[in-house]
């Protein structure tokens, strides 16, 4: 499934880039992926996604909502 549309980086590409890049952040997922955030929409989704890959590990579970459901909320960037 997508996560930001504005470049089509993929749920798996988040993760792509938390395992390979030690991606932390949705700034971290665009700078590995060679592109800049656009419109912003994706933020919330890339660090449920991040959030899960870090929690998870390698997993390909896609119950991003069940790994985040009690996590604090986390101020914009």
């Not at 890049?21 to 989704?45: N, Y």
């Not at 890959?53 to 009690?70: H, S």
């Amino acid at each position: 499934m997508y996560v930001c549309i504005c470049n089509a980086i993929k749920e798996r590409d988040v993760r792509r880039a938390a395992e390979e890049g030690g991606a932390t952040r949705p700034a971290d997922v665009f700078r590995f992926h060679g592109c800049a955030p656009q419109c912003g929409k994706c933020a919330c989704h890339m660090r449920a996604e991040l959030l899960q890959a870090k929690t998870c590990g390698n997993c390909d579970c896609d119950d991003a909502a069940a790994v985040t459901a009690n996590a604090a909320p986390i101020a914009a960037e």
